[in-house]
């Protein structure tokens, strides 16, 4: 059984959304940066020297090494962040309109609740409940999975 996320574990994801998909974005532009850099820069012909049957490598073959363990770490990187992005919006999946569009102003534009009241026209213990409530909820759904 994994430890229970938090209220304020919640609240976290909710605030970092968008930062994760900007680092996923930014991750694939790193990948392709490494993809299209073979770190061969400057090398003459004299010291480029194919593999040797005794299975030497020359600094070509580790640089091609190293450009692949550099892509896949990346890759794996931006997979772990897009599952984590894609665990957020999974839980958003269980609000109703409402609730959305409470958590979009606060965490995703992050407006005050004082703020957000006066655009619901709704009171200011009303915005925070909801949120309390709202926030809650994610956590419980979020425990509840991690617990089958």
């Known amino acids: 059984m994994k430890r229970e996320v938090s209220y304020k574990e919640v609240e976290s994801m909710l605030y970092n959304l968008s930062s994760l998909r900007a680092s996923v974005v930014d991750i694939q532009i ?7 850099d073979y770190g061969l820069s400057g090398a003459s012909d004299n010291d480029i020297k194919p593999t040797t049957p005794t299975n030497h490598t ?14 896949e770490q990346l890759a794996r990187l931006k997979r ?4 984590q992005v894609e665990r957020i919006e ?4 269980i609000l109703r309109e409402d609730e959305i569009q409470l958590v979009e102003f606060r ?3 992050k407006y005050s609740l004082y703020r957000i009241a006066g655009l619901l026209d709704l009171s200011y213990e009303t915005v ?7 926030i809650s909820s994610l956590a ?8 089958q």
Do not use: P
């Open 140 to 147: 419980t759904f979020l425990n509840s999975k991690q617990n």
């Open 80 to 83: 772990n962040k897009k599952l």
């Open 30 to 36: 790193e990948i392709e940066n490494v993809r299209n």
């Open 107 to 109: 965490y995703f534009k």
């Open 58 to 71: 020359t600094s070509v073959d580790d640089a091609l090494i190293k450009k692949d363990n550099s892509i």
């Open 90 to 93: 999974n839980m958003l999946t």
């Open 128 to 134: 925070k409940g909801n949120r309390r409530l709202i």
